[in-house]
């Protein structure tokens, strides 16, 4: 019987980056991945069953867990309460496999002070103007909303050199195999390749760069 600990990998975006749906790929391809359940106080929207999307509970149920030490982190975002138990985290790994975990940065820096041998990925959009027309095509929010989004997100990106990783979800399909693939070399210890071409700091810098001006002469 197989005595590895599953990996947790954290994976971390700005809203608009596409967070969610590369997460539910990940896990839908990869069979030794699953995605924790983390625990929330908002409200379920209409498709989401609770203990499937999320564990929903009361501000007071939540508050009683945390004083319990039931959480390996736990933020407020949106005015909303989200945690990762240890036993959403710890089940999985016994059983040897890797958990994914879609949170926040201040989330993540708590997984990173608990759990040294997580491993932290950042997702980048292609260029800030694409992460900007995203939120703004959504038109669920208004403008005021979005605003706020947008100076989340700077911050949020600054964040991105704590990582290990960083990928830009400029192409879904390649994004999601740049993932699996960093996934895969975690998994043998042979990670040297993949921190080197997904360096955050290098990724930061080419989105944060501005863009070319047009060559006259051509």
């Known amino acids: 019987m197989s005595t590895r600990r599953g990996i947790p990998f954290v994976l971390s975006a700005p809203s608009g980056a596409g967070k969610t749906t590369v997460c539910r790929a990940l896990v839908s391809r990869d069979p030794g991945l699953v995605l924790s359940v983390s625990h929330t106080t908002r409200a379920p929207r209409q498709s989401e069953r609770d203990g499937v999307a999320y564990h929903f509970v009361t501000p007071e149920r939540f508050r009683a867990l945390v004083e319990a030490g039931a959480f390996v982190e736990y933020a407020e975002y949106g005015g909303r309460l989200y945690g990762t138990s240890w036993e959403a985290l710890e089940g999985p790994r016994g059983r040897g496999l890797d958990v994914l975990l879609e949170i926040e940065i201040q989330g993540a820096r708590q997984v990173r002070a608990r759990l040294p041998e997580a491993r932290l990925l950042f997702l980048l959009p292609p260029s800030l103007a694409e ?88």
């Open 131 to 218: 992460l900007e027309r995203r939120l703004r095509g959504r038109g669920t929010d208004p403008p005021d909303v979005i605003e706020r989004r947008l100076a989340i997100a700077h911050q949020e990106l600054d964040a991105a050199p704590e990582y290990d990783y960083a990928v830009m979800n400029d192409d879904l399909e390649g994004c999601i195999a740049a993932v699996l693939e960093i996934i895969a070399a975690e998994r043998r210890g042979e990670t040297a390749a993949s921190r080197r071409r997904f360096d955050p700091h290098s990724a930061l810098a080419k989105l944060m760069a501005p863009p070319r001006a047009a060559d006259p002469s051509l």
